[in-house]
Every structure is written in C-alpha cells, then in structure tokens.
C-alpha cells in the first residue's frame, strides 16, 4: 500500500478536488483504493457522496480514541473505492490531542500495508497542524496542489520546511510525488507567469500535467459525485486522469506489497 498525503496550508487551492478525483481516477483502474477525510469541514467525504447523515465511525474516533482504521473504513458508491469520512468533531481533535505524546502518530500506527489498499490517499485541512503532521508522518510520500498565483512559492517554501522537519524528527523516508499546478487559466498572464516559475525553481518535482480552471470541477461536488463522473469528459476530469496516469508512473512498485 502507498499512502499519499495531500497537503498544503493554504486553502482553496484544490486539494480536495485533487484528492476526490485522483482517488476516483485510480479506483477506476483497479487499484483498491483508499480516501482519508482529516479536514473537519468534510468536503472530501461529501464530495465523494457521503453526506454528514451517513458518516458512521470517522477519523476523529481513529485520531482521538485509538480505534483502528479498519473498523472506521465505510464504502463509497465507487467500486474499489472506500472512505474514511470526517465529522465536525474533528475540529476539536488537535485541542483534545495535545497532551498525549503519541498525538503526531496516532493515523500513522493503524494506516498498515495489511489493510489490503493498493493505495491510500489522505485529504489534509488547510494548516500545518497536528492534524497534517499526522498525515505528513503516516505517509510514504507528498502530493502539492498548488494553485498558479503570486505568493504561491512563498506558501510553498513553508510547507518544505515542515516537510524537512518532519523527515529530520520522524519519517525519515517521507517522499514528495509531485507539485500540481491547479486552476490554472491559459488567459491569464500570471498563471502563466508563476508556472513558468515554479517549474524553474522546482523542475522536475513539478507534474506536466496541469489541471485547468473548470466549472465542471467546481459544479460536481454539489451533485455529491467525484467531476469524473458528473462530467467525464469536461477538461477537469480530463487533466486529473492525466495526472492519476503520471502520478502511476511515478510511484515505486511497491503498490501490492503486504
Ligand atoms: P482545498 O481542499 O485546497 O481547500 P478545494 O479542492 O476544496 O480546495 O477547492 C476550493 C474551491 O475551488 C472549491 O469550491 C472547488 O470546487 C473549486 N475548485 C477546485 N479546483 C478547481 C478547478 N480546477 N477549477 C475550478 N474550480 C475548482
Ligand atoms: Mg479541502
């Protein structure tokens, strides 16, 4: 099992439509696959059609009462594809985590390969607290959607900081799969402007793939299905299953190992 964080502290910058998507995209090729809601504010879990009625056992019941993740796992209406969904609770987690001294690793003791998942995908809150550090040290590697706007790379630099640190102090082997460059607009001459930046600062760390600014990828959620169902053939879906493709080609071969 890979176990892929998606992360960045700011929000709005598209990793939860990143994570719907690609977790959606690999499930289609037939990796069991695995989605992980740690936002409080759910939108991963309601995007991939799971509304807050039909949440039973959440990663706050994982996080804070040390029950695995296993028992806490729920199907989705995708084939292959199943969700650890988030509750409101969640948002008190890092306030009633903060005496426990195993608080940074409590997703990472229970996220083990026997699970059966091919892949694990894990959709952060927008912040570099307790609940991404959990992440950032249960995962093998880092996914980085980062939208094409001015102070982008400065955002950036502080989100390889934590990532350093994380790998200094507690997961030495913490990857980073890639950058994705998200609502990017052809129109727009500082899209194009901070892309070309990205790409010169950080080369090759950076997918080819790009993801466009599409309506559609903002209209699916509300219809609680994944863009690459509500409209597989719009530029949205398009570009993430380009970028699931690319991002196989980039994980090690590892995916089946127990
Ligand atoms: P985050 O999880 O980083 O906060 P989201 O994935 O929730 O970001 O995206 C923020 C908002 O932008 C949502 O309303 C989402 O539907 C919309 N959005 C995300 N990616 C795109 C895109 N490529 N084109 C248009 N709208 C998008
Ligand atoms: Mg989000």
Redesign the pocket.
């Known amino acids: 099992m890979i176990r892929i964080a998606i992360a ?1 502290q ?11 998507n690609v977790a959606t995209a690999l499930a289609a090729t037939g990796w069991k696959t695995l989605l992980i809601d740690i ?1 409080p504010q759910g ?2 879990s309601t ?1 991939i059609g799971v509304g807050a009625s039909e949440r039973g056992a959440s990663s706050y019941d994982v996080l804070v009462d040390k029950v695995p993740v296993s028992q806490c796992v729920m199907p989705t209406r995708i084939p292959n594809l199943d969700l650890l969904p988030a509750t409101v609770d969640l948002s008190g987690a890092e306030v009633e985590l903060v005496s426990a001294d195993d608080r940074a690793h409590r997703l990472q003791r229970t996220l083990t390969p026997d699970l059966g998942y091919d892949v694990c995908l894990i ?1 952060c809150p ?1 912040s570099l607290g307790l609940l991404t550090l959990n992440a950032l040290n249960a995962a093998d590697t880092l996914l980085v ?1 980062l939208q094409c706007e001015f102070f982008a790379l400065e955002g950036l630099s502080q989100l390889l900081q934590t990532v350093e640190r994380v790998q200094q102090r507690f997961n030495p082997d913490l990857g980073i799969i890639g950058i994705a460059l ?3 607009d052809r129109r727009n001459r500082l899209t194009e402007q901070v892309s070309d930046d990205v790409r010169s600062v950080l080369g090759k760390l950076v997918f080819e793939t790009v ?5 559609r ?5 509300s219809h609680g299905v994944p863009a690459l169902i509500y409209d597989h053939a719009c530029a ?1 879906s398009r ?1 993430y299953m380009a970028l699931a493709r690319e991002l196989i080609t980039r994980l090690p071969e590892k995916r089946k190992a127990a």
């Open positions: 960045n700011k929000g709005g910058v598209g990793k939860t439509t990143t994570a719907i936002d939108n991963a995007g959709d927008p959607p998200t609502m990017y993801i466009p600014r599409n309506v990828l903002s209209e699916a959620p949205g570009a």
